[in-house]
């Protein structure tokens, strides 16, 4: 789970109504490559000299790879309700 201060992975960093809902493939190779995708529209990051949603998706790519299924979502909201999809978040992992 990470926890931060935007809602999960945006296609428009500008735009909250493109939020990613699931980042998946089939086997670790599909499903990093999807995360590649999502990372080319990762500009930018809160403060200065913070990495962005594109560090976040570069440093889960170990965890995803070994078959974890990762969670980002927004600080404001429980951690229960981040796992459990009740709120907005992004849901990364294989077969998912």
Known sequence: LIMTSVDGIYK????????????K????????????QFQ????GSSREG???????LEYIIPAVRNGTTVVIGNACNT???LLQGRVPHTRIGMNI
């Open 25 to 36: 493939g089939s086997d670790p190779d599909d499903v990093e490559a999807n995360i590649r």
């Open 79 to 81: 951690i229960d309700d």
């Open 12 to 23: 428009d960093q500008n735009d909250p109504s493109t939020i990613v809902e699931v980042i």
């Open 50 to 56: 913070a990495g962005g949603a594109k560090a976040k």
């Open 40 to 43: 080319a529209c990762c500009v």
